[in-house]
């Protein structure tokens, strides 16, 4: 049984820090994108940032780069989000998300090619 478990959202004051933690169990990760989503009250769920396997890049939303660096730990099999400068917009729940790099059939930046998620973690950044 493959769990995503959030840990770390919180209440932070604009231009304060945070960081995300997403624990992976039952399967290695170290073949699987690690993904961020973000979904704010009535609006849809939008990607954050990815952590690509084998070639070990990433990539963010125009909308976060610069603020925020997704990393993993293999050994942990954990991934984790950075967010610094936090913004009043970047209030939400944020949901890890994973796919295996064989499996993946859409683009990275679409929350339907992931298949595992986890159960979202808020994080409200006041103004």
């Known amino acids: 049984q493959v769990q995503l478990v959030e840990s770390g959202g919180g209440l932070v004051q604009a231009g304060g820090s945070l960081r995300l933690s997403c624990a992976a169990s039952?399967?290695?990760?170290?073949?699987?994108?690690m993904g961020w989503f973000r979904q704010a009250p009535g609006k849809e769920r939008e990607f954050v940032a990815t952590s690509i396997p084998n070639v070990g890049s990433t990539d963010y939303a125009d909308s976060v780069k610069g603020r925020f660096t997704i990393s993993r730990d293999s050994a942990e099999n954990t991934a984790y989000l950075q967010m610094n400068s936090l913004k009043p917009e970047d209030t939400a729940v944020y949901y890890c998300?994973?796919?295996?790099?064989?499996?993946?059939?859409?683009?990275?930046?679409?929350?339907?090619?992931?298949?595992?998620w986890g159960q979202g973690t808020q994080v409200t950044v006041s103004s």
């Open positions: 998300a994973a796919v295996e790099w064989a499996n993946r059939r859409g683009s990275y930046f679409s929350a339907s090619t992931y298949n595992y």
């Open positions: 039952g399967r290695t990760f170290g073949s699987y994108y």
